[in-house]
C-alpha cells in the first residue's frame, strides 16, 4: 500500500482571477486526491490535499506553474492542521 500524505499550500503571485482554482481542482481529482481549494482576501490561493504521496507531491510541484495566465512566485507547504480529509472528493470552496 502506498503511503499517504496531506499537506496545506498557500500559493502566491497573480493566482486569483486567472482560473486558479479550476485548474487546481481538475489537477487534483485527475489525481484522485482528497481536500479543497480557495481564494484568500489578501490576494493568496489555500488549499488542503491529502491522497498518495506521489500524486500530493505531484500536485505541489505543479502548484508552481499553475494555468498558463497564473504568475506564482512562492508555494509555502505545512502541515493540515484539524480534520485531515479522506476519499475523492474534492471541492472549491468560498473565499475566506
Request: glycine fraction near 12%; charged fraction near 25%.
Amino acid at each position: 500500500m502506498e503511503d499517504a500524505l496531506a499537506l496545506h499550500l498557500l500559493i502566491h503571485g497573480r493566482v486569483q482571477g486567472v482560473g486558479y482554482r479550476a485548474w487546481f481542482a481538475e489537477e487534483a481529482q485527475a489525481r484522485g486526491l482528497a481536500g479543497f481549494v480557495r481564494n484568500r482576501r489578501e490576494g493568496t490561493v489555500e488549499a488542503v490535499v491529502a491522497g498518495p504521496e506521489a500524486e500530493v507531491e505531484a500536485l505541489a510541484e505543479a502548484c508552481l506553474a499553475g494555468p498558463r495566465a497564473a504568475a506564482v512566485t512562492k508555494v509555502e507547504r505545512g502541515a493540515v492542521e484539524g480534520e485531515v480529509p479522506h476519499g475523492s472528493g474534492f471541492r472549491v470552496l468560498s473565499t475566506v
